[in-house]
């Protein structure tokens, strides 16, 4: 499986693994490059999403994501590997230190997805109530009614796109700050099929048995995402837990605090 991938700055690796599923890593961009001062990063698009595209036949559930995961540190040449997880990309993580969990060095999370089905179903129901919103509603019939869409295609799709992720920020007007990306629909829906009625927690209690590697996770106290989620994965991984008052884009919302907990954390030369 060829993955698009791209490495910035020098020093040791951190592999960054972005959201979705189905994403790709542009929309960490330029926010996530500021970790390379002292380190180098090596972000790549998962299979089934952004320039990793696969046929339609091509399997892109969770053990897929995690095999390429391992194939790509057996590329590096790598022992153990130090991932940096977003979103759906910190819930890989974990999957991956299930799976292999000695060939995990260090564990960075940020708003990572949830432990289990339960805390998804109540991130749905938490993000629809905030799309919901009358303020967000406003803003989307405003722009239907601007005209924008004849009289500039490309500022119309960006203003929708930022519309369509409102829900995701404490402040909805701070989605102008976040890249626009596109998630291809397949391989969102075939990773969450795959999952299906999952909770990690009865596997995470296990692993404590096993010496647990140096873990932070970052969550956002307005995120959709339930904090509880990441309150219970920093217990079970004995992780630093920092709270950031805000939304599910730390990056975005917060980026001075988001690259400070980071940088202290993740390893430097």
Known sequence: MQLFTRRIGSGPLVVVLHGGPGASHDYLLPQYDLLATRRSLLYY??????QSP???DTPVGWREHVADLEDLRNQLGLDRLTLCGYSWGGLLAVLYF??????????????????????????EAEFARRMAAPE?????????SSGLRERDATAYQRRAFELSVAGYFRDFHDAKNLTPFRVTARTQEAVWKSLGDYDLRPRLKETSRLPLPPSLVVHGTFDPLPIAGSRELAALLQARLKELPVGHCPHV?????????LDDFLPSA
């Open 45 to 50: 698009d998962q299979r089934g999403g952004g």
């Open 54 to 56: 696969v046929p339609r």
């Open 98 to 123: 299930l799976e292999h969990p000695e060939q995990v060095e260090r564990l960075a999370l940020v708003s990572p997805a949830s432990l289990s089905a339960e805390y998804r179903r109540q991130f």
């Open 136 to 144: 967000i509603k406003r803003e989307r019939d405003a722009l239907r």
């Open 253 to 261: 919302e917060a980026t001075e605090g988001f690259v400070r907990a």
